[in-house]
């Protein structure tokens, strides 16, 4: 009887064989995944209009990180995932920390209240906690609502407190409901000012995105810093005309930080993300205190945290939060029980950033 000839290997090349048929395997999935998501970016990747910076990461592994279409469609620059976007309410989420890392050192406690922080704060201020702030339960009337109708200079986030100290009441008693509050956030950014001794922006640079080199990210004070790879923002002329735009990149509360000035990259979230599991500016239950959403003494879970929304998917575990601001629209979207995060960042106002990021987690997650 003949046997076939058998090859002999050596444990090495049998390692190597391994590694070959195990990068093979997960290539062809990897290059399905960018083929479908250039597909969804199609409307976005024109040289003559704004859009997008994608990334996706699946168990501490970049699976795409990529641009589309414009940044600054003037200057005919192209988006990339080093594209610095501002990231409006996505900004809250490091307001929130900024405030932890306090909380952690000791310079306050969450039970602490306004009038702790701000003595000639009206008297509502005493019932209005930095847990309530973190939480959207404090009540505070929306800056936006009662900033003068004749404003012609931006607001600052001292602006807000000034407007803050002309009310005389909140819109329901702090603490037994959820509302979400831009104002809440702005006095946020203060109080850190306060318990840090620095600026609200330069807290960030040397507690946040220092460590984590997050090297071009910034919260952005015109005249003062200056933001690497600027995305613009963009608006339709008009509805009849969806696909033509103009540049709408300010308002006149684009410059207040708190709850929404910081600009970022998908690259620079991506260090984000990570630093978010290992815990490593804050003692790591501190960190999870973020992640709980908050019940309401009626027992409603008002599914937010600190500067997260935190909420089930298809029975999957989300933690995330949308920003949204004239010329911008961008979503965060973290899966921690699947290890995933993805992130979508827009320089256009008329994108749906938060469905485009479900799609993704569709193709990654729920895929049959």
């Not at 444990?11 to 290059?31: D, E, N, Y």
Request: glycine share 6%; proline share 5%.
């Amino acid at each position: 009887m003949n046997f076939p000839h058998r090859t002999h290997r050596s444990p090495r090349s049998l390692v190597c064989l391994f590694l070959v048929i195990l990068l093979s395997s997960t290539a062809f999935p990897q290059r399905k995944l960018e083929k479908r998501i250039d597909s969804l970016f199609a409307a976005f990747n024109r040289p003559d209009g704004p859009g997008a910076s994608v990334m996706v990461i699946r168990n501490g592994r970049t699976l795409l990180a990529k641009g589309y279409g414009m940044a600054y469609v003037e200057a005919r620059r192209s988006a990339t995932p080093s594209t610095n976007y501002r990231l409006a309410s996505v900004t809250k989420q490091f307001t929130a920390t900024a405030v932890t890392i306090l909380a952690d050192r000791k310079k306050l406690r969450y039970d602490n209240v306004l009038t702790d922080f701000f003595p000639d704060f009206p008297a509502y201020g005493k019932k209005i906690t930095v847990k309530n702030l973190l939480q959207h339960t404090s009540g505070l009337i929306d800056y936006e609502s009662v900033m003068p109708d004749t404003t012609t200079v931006q607001l600052l986030d001292k602006d807000v407190l000034s407007l803050m100290k002309k009310q005389d009441s909140t819109y329901f008693e702090p603490g037994t409901r959820y509302l979400y509050s831009n104002s809440g956030y702005a006095l946020l950014a203060l109080i850190v000012e306060k318990r840090s001794g620095m600026t609200f922006a330069k807290f960030l640079q040397k507690s946040i995105f220092r460590p984590l080199k997050m090297n071009n990210t910034v919260a952005y004070e015109n005249g003062i810093s200056a933001v690497k790879n600027r995305a613009y923002g963009y608006s339709p002329v008009d509805s009849l005309h969806p696909d033509l735009f103009r540049q709408t990149d300010q308002s006149m509360t684009s410059a207040v930080l708190g709850d929404g000035g910081i600009y970022s990259s998908v690259m620079d979230l991506a260090k984000w993300d990570k630093a978010l599991y290992n815990s490593p500016l804050v003692r790591k239950k501190t960190q999870q205190i973020a992640f709980v959403p908050n019940i309401l003494p009626d027992g409603t879970n008002s599914e937010y945290g600190f500067g997260w929304r935190i909420s089930d998917y298809k029975g999957v575990k989300r933690i995330h939060h949308s920003g949204s601001t004239i010329g911008f629209r961008n979503e965060i979207q973290r899966f921690p029980d699947k290890r995933t995060t993805i992130i979508v960042l827009t320089n256009r106002d008329n994108a749906n950033p938060k469905a485009m990021v479900e799609r993704i987690a569709e193709m990654l997650l729920f895929a049959q």
